[in-house]
Structure formats: C-alpha cells, structure tokens
C-alpha cells in the first residue's frame, strides 16, 4: 500500500475510532482527569478540533465556524 493509499484509509476510520472510543463514556467520565497533571479526554478531543480547524485555515481552506468561545477553551 503506498503512503497516500495509508492516509486516507486512516483518516476515513478517525470518525469510527472516535465513536467507539467515547461511546460509552459519561459527561462526567469525559471531563475527568485520567491521570493526575493530565486533560480530560473532553479537552483532549477539543484541542485536536480546534487545532485541525487552525491547521485547515492556514493552508487556505475555509475557516470552520466553531461554536462560541470554542477556541479559548479548546485552543
């Protein structure tokens, strides 16, 4: 499998991933710390979002609307 054939496949099972992952978690269980000094999964998850939408902008694709103060939050 060459390496652009490798990222989009991975890519397309993110969403999946991500589904399964926190599927079964409660608000509570996505908010707490999993180790001391850590992020919650909710900010972990929300770094990522935040960070891609920057990433998207900077090579000239559409900025992502996210919702209010999202980026303070999660940025």
Not at 40 to 56: C, D, K, Y
């Amino acid at each position: 499998m060459d390496l652009k054939s490798f990222l989009v496949e991975t890519l397309e099972k993110t969403p999946q991933m991500l589904k399964m992952t926190v599927a079964d978690m409660t608000d509570d269980e996505l908010r707490e710390r999993p180790v001391e000094m850590s992020n919650p999964a909710n900010w972990q998850i929300g770094h990522v979002i935040s960070a891609e939408a920057h990433l998207f902008a900077a090579c000239g694709m559409p900025r992502v609307e996210m919702p209010a103060a999202f980026d303070e939050v999660y940025g």
